[in-house]
């Protein structure tokens, strides 16, 4: 499905922390707030709210004409199938879009909006307290509300919801193997996910949290394996990865039910939930790359099948791999992690 989606911030914050938040929103790609334009003077962020001066305008009630440049909606409240019809009845008189909050019942009243709404030009908004609420909304029917109107303050949670929408992506950078070297046996973590995997997706996998390698799922074959495509054999049970709310965990801690990144080699980024992890014994390879001034390692099981990505899409084996090639790694300068949260301020050297 195709349908473009949109993730709409309410943000929970004092004008004094909108000062932050509202930069921080345009920083991971957000469009559009539900927020009073008089709050967002300084911000080139579009509106939605009951006022005129608003992008988007949540009428109180209807009105006969259309003000000039704008989108106008409803918001409504679903209790019972009555209100459902009210819906309808009213989207038909020309809304551009209408906000539907439901309560005790989530799932099967936006279910009758979207199969009742989908065939007129009239959006879905739904509004979500949680980035996992977020991810119910955009997956209802498979084809979705059109935007989710997400109330938060914290920049996290935001970045946790544009994974769920798909939206969200990383900086990806070309890096130069510097070293390769066998490190004899260790433990190696294969993250098997309840999603398929396509060609050029992988997970970021490191021995730093801030240089990261995409290593490539196996849904590629050979003569001598059959095709994997939920299955990322990662690295060492040491190694960071990302999870979609920012932080990083061990490998280790990977488990049934956890949630991780894919990304593709442009850094595009979607989640996966975890169906299982295998920690298992086996000859690893020591490997390390450099990036913008940065080095960054990993080590990783000593196999053809543990394939990274290179700048131009194609796979090379860790097998085959030599000094001065080129693959691509998410790298940026080192910050400190408590707890795989994030520490900006906090001097860190991993060696």
């Known amino acids: 499905m195709n349908k473009k989606r949109e993730l709409i911030i309410l943000p929970k914050a004092t004008q004094s922390q909108l000062t932050k938040f509202l930069p921080q929103l345009e920083n991971e790609g957000i469009k559009t707030v539900y927020l009073d334009p008089k709050k967002n003077a300084k911000s080139k962020l579009q509106t939605i709210f009951p006022s005129n001066n608003a992008n988007h305008i949540v009428l109180e009630r209807e009105i006969k004409a259309k003000p000039k440049g704008k989108k106008v909606g409803r918001k409504f409240q679903v209790l019972s199938n009555s209100d459902i019809e009210d819906i309808l009845s009213v989207a038909k008189k020309g809304l551009d879009f209408v906000i539907v909050e439901v309560k005790d019942w989530k799932i099967i009243p936006l279910e009758n909006i979207i199969a009742k709404l989908h065939k007129i030009n009239t959006k879905i908004f739904a509004m979500a307290k949680t980035p996992e609420e977020v991810r119910k909304m955009f997956s209802i029917l498979e084809v979705g509300v059109d935007g989710v109107i997400f109330s938060t303050s914290s920049i996290n949670?935001?970045?946790?919801?544009?994974?769920?929408?798909?939206?969200?992506?990383?900086?990806?950078?070309?890096?130069?193997?510097?070293?390769?070297?066998?490190?004899?046996?260790?433990?190696?973590?294969?993250?098997?996910?309840?999603?398929?995997?396509?060609?050029?997706?992988?997970?970021?996998?490191?021995?730093?949290?801030?240089?990261?390698?995409?290593?490539?799922?196996?849904?590629?074959?050979?003569?001598?394996?059959?095709?994997?495509?939920?299955?990322?054999?990662?690295?060492?049970?040491?190694?960071?990865?990302?999870?979609?709310?920012?932080?990083?965990?061990?490998?280790?801690?990977?488990?049934?039910?956890?949630?991780?990144?894919?990304?593709n080699s442009k850094g595009t980024a979607r989640r996966a939930t975890v169906g299982r992890s295998k920690i298992e014994r086996r000859p690893m390879l020591m490997i390390k790359a450099s990036a913008n001034g940065e080095i960054g390692g990993i080590i990783a099981q000593d196999a053809e099948t543990i394939r990274f990505v290179k700048p131009n899409g194609s796979l090379v084996s860790v097998t085959h791999l030599k000094k001065g090639d080129t693959v691509m790694v998410h790298a940026k300068p080192a910050t400190g992690r408590h707890f795989g949260m994030e520490v900006s301020d906090e001097y860190i050297l991993e060696k």
């Open 157 to 263: 949670e935001v970045r946790e919801a544009m994974v769920y929408l798909g939206t969200r992506s990383f900086e990806m950078k070309p890096a130069k193997i510097i070293e390769i070297k066998e490190v004899g046996d260790g433990e190696r973590v294969c993250v098997d996910t309840a999603s398929m995997l396509h060609k050029g997706e992988g997970m970021l996998i490191g021995s730093r949290s801030n240089f990261l390698f995409l290593v490539h799922n196996e849904s590629v074959g050979s003569s001598f394996t059959s095709p994997r495509p939920f299955r990322v054999n990662a690295g060492a049970v040491h190694c960071y990865t990302l999870s979609p709310d920012g932080t990083t965990n061990y490998l280790s801690e990977v488990e049934t039910g956890s949630e991780v990144l894919i990304l």
